[in-house]
């Protein structure tokens, strides 16, 4: 098992763009900790994380262990567990750049990678500092309006990596998403697809129609690994709940550099 | 004897006369009091011989999305939500909304998780609830430092939603789209207009007489307590089970 | 049955716009004759078919009873069977307004419908004829691109009407659509969504995950009635095949306006 | 003995040819010969220890697509589909291609279906394959009437795809991006470069020798006649069966 992990995390090299998915979409949290050893080892991270389309644990794990250059999202929390300590951290002490979005708009740019155009255009926006602080979006006059229409264009969001946990995947790799279909879209805006999969089945999940449509096909995923509860201590859906105890204890020891440094000492539960 | 009416039950039943008239309301994964304000909602209107639908992000029983997590501001775009709820960090006397933090930015000194989806949701829902317990001077501010999202916006910006109300512990506001700021509507039992007055850091409109938040009564307090507090189990058993204990040791007193 | 597909076709008013499916998605066929007898009986249609992406069988017979204005589609045919020919028909004497379109473009227009915006970008196109009569399309440069880079942009799609058949529907109205997405990209598009389903089962198709994650949900469709075999002569996947025969034979009997009424004549199979 | 390579044989052969190197082709739904010669390099990169993706558009069997009709043309923007084919009821000589119809438009008096995902796929797949086995002056015009994609593109224009060559039932031409026109790359057995002069409605350059067209052998037509003609059965069993009995009836004479 971890030497499948650490199959999967060789695909990822510093400065590049990865894709995460929100707390409860599947978080291949299991391969966290690989990741860290692995671009640790490499001489550091530099990577650039693009939360779909808020971030959590994975995302502040990997900003404590000085691997993040730059964190574009909608959110950092932990959830009930409060905020996201490592981050709120960084952002303090100006060590990350922090590209602050709105949900629609990660979904947007996501979409126009998925759609192969440069960019779509997103209602809202106007006015607000998110916005303002976006020079890579752009706002234009609605070209089939006869009246003024200002709207925002949103560029694609192509990445190198995309990283998330599923209940299921066959030996084909295909991996069943169910109705989780932000998985998908960050498949379809990444070269790399890294999946975690609480149990791989030898049957195709193509072969019967019902779960076919749950499925993200082969074609789009480049490594899967088995992992059991790999998402812990975050839950999966349907599967098992999250561990609100354990996310706590890291929300409180981690608010410190010192805090993180224990926790990350420690042999994970 | 029945325990007397608590703040909660006011602002619980407050939310869900907000919300009368609505078809389709979403709330947020992390928020008790609305959920059940638009659970309560939903009863009324059945007693109305209506339906209301109730959207619960995060949960897998009130989640009737299945297109991944992007569904919810499809459907708000395509007009199919008529009502939301917005938190904030602050809350500026124009309705602008700061999620993102204070003390700078990008290097904010306090840093909040974010915006989410207010730079969107705020322009298209057309009934967005500000909800906030907290009424302070720290978070009704005169200007939020970073907007999310802006109360209002200039004529020719697309722009079919925005704030109708601002309900905080103490008081409830209605917002004045045209002249884009709060006038004070009611007051929660036991609140002054002076306490409101001192604890707000924006300037608001007020009537010559402010009237008293209504209280919750008959079919409405019984469907509350009965009917909402057992729907509200499953997704926020915490909640529930303190405002269970809360009527219990009031009913005893 | 026939009382609830009179009530489903009493939603379908003259001149109103109308997404139909392709082929092998699932065609609402059982729908046909009642939609034609209410909409003659209302005193003439004046639709406006939008085929997604491509028309067949359903769209032909409209258009062969009088009923259609104007056709949006990227293609007209019947498979093995061939052309369309109650379109070919009225193409060729000039009774039919047709905006031809290609697959993708329909599919844009739906998606912007989707996201709420007027208009989402499409490569390709131009240069194309198909480009140069559509006069609603309009080609911009890119306003994110330092270099000229044209593109066109597509308007949204909005329809009154979506009208399709399923595997299987509940009775809370939410619809089994499986893998086929563009199902619900036309009912997104719609005001008005009216389903036939072979079957409407009293569990609910969001009980389980595995169901749900292909499903559209109640809050999207309007009414839904129980019709066996509700695609025929069209197949349903993954439950009966086409009768290539019926269609073959309606493929040469409509090839004038003489057969096409002794077709209708007929009690349909 | 086994039956000579016909004609059909050649054909498919020649598509997989065109296709080698290829890592995902999609093909039509009623592409029968395209579809053989994927499955041939499919089956010919196995033999090498390569993989090579078949979508078949409209097959359960050989549709690994989940994402409705759409996927397709994601999928080819996405840059991940290398190979797709194109017929057409005219393609002209600098490869223009008419999937509408002849004798005016809109009011065409000979209407085709429609130009389907032409108009798109054209310019996005980086090999199009054109084929059909019709090789008339009437299909293969000097001017297409109606252009549902064009051959090429002006600079500037995002197109990284296009026509590589184009297959009839008489030969195989290259196509030549520069010059945006044909060559003539080969003759099919007992066809004349005169009989493909006269039946090509447009100009075309050739080298000083036109060679055949290579016929299958050895393994490449073990393959076709086995394995492939197996897998042909599921998704096209008229097909396979007309070119089993051929075999069949060949074999014995």
């Keep these: ?269 | 004897m029945s325990a007397p009416v608590s703040i909660r039950e006011v602002l619980i039943s407050c939310i869900a006369t907000l919300l009368q008239g609505v078809r389709h309301v979403a709330v947020g994964a992390a928020s008790p009091a609305p959920a059940a304000g638009a659970m309560l909602a939903r009863a009324l209107a059945e007693a109305q011989g209506e339906r209301m639908r109730l959207s619960i992000l995060g949960s897998v029983e009130h989640n009737f999305f299945t297109n991944g997590s992007a569904e919810l501001f499809d459907c708000a775009a395509q007009g199919r939500i008529d009502a939301f709820f917005l938190g904030g960090g602050q809350i500026d006397g124009r309705g602008n909304v700061n999620l993102v933090g204070v003390g700078g930015y990008p290097q904010s000194q306090v840093r909040w998780p974010g915006s989410f989806g207010s730079a969107y949701l705020y322009y298209l829902v057309p009934r967005v609830i500000l909800f906030r317990e907290e009424h302070s001077p720290r978070v009704l501010v005169e200007e939020a430092e970073f907007i999310s999202g802006p109360g209002t916006s200039p004529e020719g910006i697309y722009r079919p939603g925005g704030p109708v109300a601002l309900l905080t512990g103490k008081c409830l506001f209605h917002f004045d789209k045209e002249r884009g700021g709060f006038s004070l509507a009611s007051l929660h039992p036991g609140v002054s207009l002076e306490e409101v007055r001192d604890l707000t850091g924006f300037a608001f409109t007020q009537g010559e007489i402010v009237p008293q938040t209504p209280l919750p009564s008959g079919l409405r307090l019984d469907l509350l307590r009965g009917r909402v507090r057992a729907e509200l189990e499953g997704t926020y058993p915490a909640f529930a089970a303190s405002w269970g204990a809360e009527l219990k040791s009031e009913a005893k007193t």
Excluded at chain 1, 92 to 108: F, L
Excluded at chain 1, 155 to 166: K, L, Q, R, T, W
Excluded at chain 1, 203 to 227: K, M, Q, R, W
């Design chain 1, 1 to 269: 098992m971890s030497e499948d992990l650490n199959r999967l995390v060789r695909h990822v090299r510093p400065g590049m763009r990865v894709l995460l998915p929100v707390d409860y979409a599947g978080v291949a949290m299991a391969l966290t900790r690989p990741l860290i050893a692995h671009l640790t080892a490499a001489g550091g991270g530099g990577l650039h994380l693009i939360c779909v389309p808020t971030g959590g644990l994975q995302a502040d794990l990997l900003i404590g262990a000085g691997l993040v250059a730059s964190i574009e999202t909608s959110a950092m929390t932990l959830g009930e567990a409060g905020g996201a300590p490592q981050f709120n951290l960084a952002v303090r002490e100006g060590r990350i750049e922090v590209r602050d979005a709105t949900c629609p708009a990660i979904h947007a740019g996501l979409m126009a990678a998925q759609k192969g155009v440069p960019f779509v255009p997103l209602r809202g926006l106007i006015g607000s500092d998110v916005l303002r602080h976006r020079p890579d979006w752009k706002v234009i006059d609605n070209p089939l309006s006869d009246a003024p229409d200002p709207i925002a264009l949103i560029p694609a969001i192509h990445a190198d990596v995309a990283i998330f946990h599923v209940p299921i995947a066959d030996r084909d790799g295909n991996v069943w998403i169910g109705r989780r279909r932000e998985l998908a879209a960050m498949a379809y805006a990444a070269r790399t697809v890294l999946v975690t999969a609480e149990k791989i089945t030898d049957s195709s999940l193509l072969s019967d129609e019902v779960s076919a449509a749950g499925v993200l096909p082969a074609l789009y995923v480049t490594e899967v690994a088995e992992v059991r509860q790999g998402a812990k201590p975050y839950g999966l859906w349907g599967q098992y709940p999250a561990d609100v105890e354990e996310l706590m204890r890291y929300a409180k020891l981690a608010r410190s550099r010192e805090g993180f440094a224990e926790y990350m000492a420690q042999v994970p539960a």
